[in-house]
């Protein structure tokens, strides 16, 4: 029998980004692995239970937690380093750092590790970021280069940053993207994307922008532009409100559009699957992402996207979606007009990006992570 254990605090706390993979990952490795494999769930506590029901214990997949570890600051510093006794105690033959960490002293111990790294953007904007948080962050990653039997990059872009920074041979490195539900993808019925729409006060036609509301996302770039937009074209955000918030909707009011812009906070799956089949097109202008997963969900509900330059949204956007510099509302409005209804190309570029998508729904992330575990154990 080989056990494999997953650092699961993002699985129990995280209901985006890394939660999301965390539980997709290993829900899908539950039903691809060997039988002769168990799995253990190593979380600080047992997080939410909505979160963790998504992830159901079984015969051979079970939650471990800390047994002494009672204050955060016990918890944090099982996580970190005192959970290499328990893995050892549980005679764990490989663990999985699925959020960009590993405990210290996992190479000492024996067992041999994968980690997940998603983004290295507090090393290549540290401006985003608390000093003091960027420094830790830093000293993390490097000691998980050092500590890590192989690395997984969600992208050849952070495959290039991890080499860049990390000074790590490629050779340790599998770029394996992340598997993306097609959900999206179906549609749902008018009589519930009409209910969206009129219970959310969304306007007839809107421009889309999902993610947190944050500097490096960049959204203020869009809302430069919308005064170069056709005067019923609105834009619609929805995501967690930061104190870059704030300077969005005073740049609206100074600019004169600040009626047509809505920012929606706490969506439910649901209505964000009808709010992106109620959209136009997708504008996703970060400075700076590991993936972008927004932007495939988007492309899934037959939406036409525009984007950034400058880091991995090519990638997740092919070659039919549009790309402009971070730094330009007039670019940025231009593109925009492209993807409108009844702009020439449109649906060609759709048709197009949905065939690029398809490489992301079950494009096998679980067999491919099953073959980076081969490689530590000497079969692959």
């Known amino acids: 029998m080989t056990t494999i254990a997953y650092d699961a605090k993002r699985l129990v706390r995280n209901r985006t980004g890394l939660g999301n993979y965390s539980r997709t ?222 300077s969005v909707e005073k740049t609206a009011k100074k600019l004169g559009v600040a009626d047509r812009l809505h920012i929606l906070s706490g969506i439910d799956d649901n209505d964000l699957q009808a709010i992106y089949q109620l959209a136009e097109t997708f504008v996703y202008p970060s400075r700076y992402e590991g993936f972008g997963i927004p932007i495939i969900e988007a492309i899934q509900s037959g939406l036409p996207v525009v984007a950034c330059t400058g880091s991995c949204l090519e990638e997740a956007g092919g070659p039919d979606s549009l790309y402009v510099s971070p730094d330009d509302p007039v670019m940025l409005a231009g593109a925009i007009k492209q993807t409108l209804k009844g702009a020439g190309g449109r649906e060609e570029r759709i048709k197009s990006s949905r065939m690029y998508v398809k490489r992301f729904e079950n494009n096998d992330t679980a067999k491919r992570v099953i073959d980076s575990y081969k490689k530590i154990k000497g079969n692959g």
């Open 25 to 246: 990952l290993v829900n899908d490795l539950q039903r691809q692995l060997p039988k002769d494999y168990s799995m253990l769930l190593y979380a600080p506590d047992k997080g939410s239970d909505d979160l963790r029901s998504q992830v159901t214990e079984t015969e051979r997949l079970k939650y471990v937690y800390p047994e002494k570890a009672r204050s955060g600051v016990a918890r944090a510093v099982w996580r970190s380093w005192g959970i290499v006794k328990d893995l050892k105690r549980d005679h764990v033959d490989i663990y999985h750092g699925l959020s960009g960490e590993l405990p210290i002293g996992i190479k000492a111990s024996g067992i041999k590790s994968v980690v997940t790294i998603h983004d290295l953007i507090f090393l290549r904007h540290p401006e985003y970021y608390n000093p003091i948080d960027a420094a830790v962050y830093k000293a993390k990653f490097l000691l998980t280069c050092r500590e890590a039997d192989r690395i997984i990059a969600i992208s050849e872009c952070t495959k290039r940053d991890i080499m860049e920074y990390g000074n790590v041979d490629s050779a340790r490195i599998d770029v394996i993207y992340q598997s993306c539900a097609g959900r999206f993808s179906s549609k749902l019925t008018q009589e519930s994307v009409e209910a969206t729409k009129q219970h959310l006060h969304l306007p007839t036609r809107f421009v889309l922008n999902v993610g947190t509301i944050e500097e490096r996302k960049n959204i203020g770039l869009a809302v430069n532009a919308l005064p170069k937009l056709p005067e019923d074209i609105h834009l619609v955000v929805v995501g967690r409100r930061t104190k870059y918030t704030e």
